[in-house]
């Protein structure tokens, strides 16, 4: 489904020209969960939107191929791009409420990747789509939060509505960029679940970039980590979290809490 190949970029807005990411390659098969660890500033959310194509293409160089389904979506027509994004490939972020309108209804905000891919649907079957919707990210009384405006809801609320409106066209992609890091700890818990269950019941591939290396091993079968622009090693959860071969994941995972390792070893045993 999603092929990176050598993907590297570089901005341009300065006199000298700075690489953020080199030779970034990761696949994934319909269904899989991975994960995306790495300090702040090694480059996960540059190659999370590049994938998504959000990076504008001025000021910035991309090279490498990003193949959705088959297509590159670094050469390819910007109209195909535009169709894909909200649709087939999703992102969710780290603060809803910076990527939530303050002046919308929540149903409006919901509705808007509706409204963009599939402009001949009623509004009533929009409507019902987004009720749905908001009740399969187990938001109780979904009618009541369609009709509210983001800054009447709690964080672990508008997560989940961003979720809902990332998820409302069914996409076979979701990117989720730290989606629980502003969240406390017992709301990260129901958000991965929450994921854990999209991935199963529709299938969904998801990229999950994250600080909180417990959070990744509960959800994740995969993990890529990054380190100064580089990935410097990527395998299943067992191979990186038990057997890690390079001195940086070796410190990354020798830094996870030992209470959380404790916490595991009681659930696992
Ligand atoms: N417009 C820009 N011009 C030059 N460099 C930039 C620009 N935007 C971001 N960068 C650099 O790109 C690098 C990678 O940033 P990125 O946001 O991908 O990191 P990250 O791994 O997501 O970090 P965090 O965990 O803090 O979110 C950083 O060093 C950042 O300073
Ligand atoms: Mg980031």
């Not at 160089?61 to 389904?69: D, T």
């Not at 919901?110 to 599939?118: F, K």
């Not at 983001?150 to 960029?177: E, F, N, T, W, Y």
Request: proline share 4%; with cysteine; glycine share 6%.
């Amino acid at each position: 489904m999603l092929d990176v190949i050598d993907l590297n970029i570089e901005f341009h807005d300065h006199l000298i020209p700075e690489t953020v990411v080199y030779d970034f390659d990761l696949h994934m098969d319909p269904g899989d969960i991975v994960g995306l660890v790495g300090e702040s500033g090694s480059g996960k959310s540059m190659s999370a939107m590049a994938i998504a194509g959000l990076l504008s293409r001025r000021d910035m160089k991309k090279r490498g191929q990003i193949l959705f389904e088959g297509t590159d979506l670094l050469s390819c027509e910007r109209s195909h791009l535009r169709s894909l994004q909200g649709d087939e490939i999703s992102i969710v972020f780290q603060e809803p409420m910076t990527s939530l309108n303050p002046v919308y209804k929540i149903g409006w905000q919901v509705e808007e990747p509706l409204r963009i891919h599939y402009p001949e649907m009623s509004k009533e079957e929009r409507k019902q789509k987004a009720l749905k919707m908001l009740a399969d990210v187990d938001l109780d009384d979904p009618q009541r939060v369609y009709d509210c405006y983001p800054h009447q809801l709690s964080g672990g609320m508008r997560q989940r509505v961003m979720i809902a409106a990332a998820m409302i066209c069914g996409p076979k992609l979701l990117i989720a960029d730290e989606p629980t890091t502003a969240l406390d700890v017992t709301v990260q818990a129901q958000i991965v679940k929450l994921l854990k269950r999209i991935n199963r019941e529709k299938k969904t591939a998801i990229l999950f970039i994250s600080h909180d290396l417990s959070l990744v091993r509960q959800l994740c079968q995969r993990v890529v980590v990054m380190q100064g622009g580089n990935v410097v090693e990527s395998g299943t959860i067992e191979q990186i979290y038990e057997n890690p071969k390079e001195a940086y994941t070796q410190r990354l995972i020798a830094a996870i809490p030992k209470c959380e390792k404790k916490k595991r070893a009681v659930k696992e045993g």
